[in-house]
């Protein structure tokens, strides 16, 4: 009964180092999304992915690379970590058609790079 | 675009007092309006939803009506309980293929016995 899961929960990471977040979701949804919340800019959504080996940009994509190699699983890359890059990313998935907007949601993992 | 505009925060009541928190959207076509909660230290969940105009979604006594001629889905709670204390952000998915929510920016609720 796991749903979503991220890793890892917590990082502290200096300007420049590079870092992968992981998702992992068993409920064989379709789409993933990854999103970042930071405090008065509610949520605002960095890449997407609507199926396996596909991947799109969301409203805050730069800085971020995204892979999805297989259905269960959606990565977040940051290539060369930035003080701006400090926030909680949030990983969710949907169904897909029909319920796009029924998001299941991770715990979050807070970054903190100094 | 679309957009989606939330009363501002945050919002402090008593235990058992009427709840209103106001959501706005702009959006064109005909889009679904959800609310979700977010309680603190974990991530969002849904809420209730409504997916065209007039429908009121429900949920553990929240509810919200979509008013198309307002563009509005505020959502109310009668009598609030210190365990309904989180952080509520109201949502739209404008369809048309769109793939993905468009969120307000959150209003926080600290209920108080």
């Known amino acids: 009964n796991a749903g979503v899961t991220q890793t890892p929960k917590f990082r502290v990471l200096k300007t420049g180092q590079s870092m992968t977040l992981l998702c992992a979701q068993d409920?064989?949804?379709?789409?993933m999304y990854w999103y970042r919340q930071d405090p008065g800019m509610g949520l605002r959504l960095i890449h997407y992915?609507?199926?396996?080996?596909?991947?799109a940009k969301g409203e805050v994509p730069d800085g971020y690379n995204v892979s999805r190699l297989k259905k269960q699983n959606f990565l977040l890359g940051l290539e060369s970590a930035a003080p701006s890059q400090t926030s909680v990313y949030f990983c969710?998935?949907?169904?897909?058609?029909?319920?796009?907007?029924?998001?299941?949601f991770g715990e979050g993992s807070r970054l903190t790079v100094l | 675009g679309n957009s989606v505009t939330q009363m501002e925060g945050p919002v402090t009541l008593s235990e058992e007092a009427f709840l209103t928190i106001n959501c706005t959207y702009t959006?064109?076509?005909?889009?679904?309006l959800f609310w979700y909660v977010q309680y603190p230290g974990e991530g969002l969940q849904l809420l209730l939803k409504?997916?065209?105009?007039?429908d009121k979604g429900s949920n553990k006594g929240f509810e919200a009506t979509y008013r198309k001629e307002t563009t509005s889905f505020h959502l109310e709670k009668g009598s609030v309980q210190v365990s309904d204390s989180a952080v509520y952000f109201c949502?739209?998915?404008?369809?048309?293929?769109?793939?993905?929510?468009?969120f307000g920016k959150g209003t926080k609720l600290s209920v108080i016995p």
């Open positions: 992915s609507v199926g396996e080996g596909t991947t």
């Open positions: 409920m064989n949804h379709e789409y």
């Open positions: 959006a064109t076509g005909y889009p679904s």
């Open positions: 409504a997916t065209k105009a007039d």
């Open positions: 949502a739209l998915d404008s369809g048309a293929g769109s793939y993905q929510l468009t």
């Open positions: 969710a998935s949907s169904p897909g058609t029909g319920y796009i907007g029924e998001l299941f």
